[in-house]
């Protein structure tokens, strides 16, 4: 039977053009990963997996409260994940303070109505 704890929702889209003459890499999430370099495909083991689970696991409703802390359980999961650790991470700590603010802007202001009032006008 399943329960709550064994659910988890994610709601996103995700939009990828197709065509092989696309970009210098084939486009689509190719072009993300050889191209751009903006997204990596990783080898993982169930352990891996088991862990990010279990940090993903423990976030909370989304509201204004709980803000801070799912975002810090979700970069948390991706850092687990990721291959880029070491002095090339360390040089990059203020493009992910930076996409770290960007995305609490983000949502705060989309999903939560900008109880932070985070509204940027360009």
Known sequence: TLQLHDTMVFSS??????????????????????????????????????????????????????????????????NLMSSDRGEKAHRHKSKERLATAALKAYMARNLLGDPLNTLVEL
């Open 13 to 78: 889209v995700s939009i990828w053009e197709k065509g092989t003459g696309l970009g210098m890499y084939g486009g689509g999430l190719q072009e993300q990963v050889d191209g751009l370099h903006s997204m990596e495909v990783i080898e993982v083991d169930d352990h891996q997996i088991h862990n990010v689970w279990q940090i993903l696991a423990n976030q909370n409703v989304l509201t204004k409260e709980a803000l801070d802390t799912n975002i810090d359980a979700t970069i948390r999961a991706w």
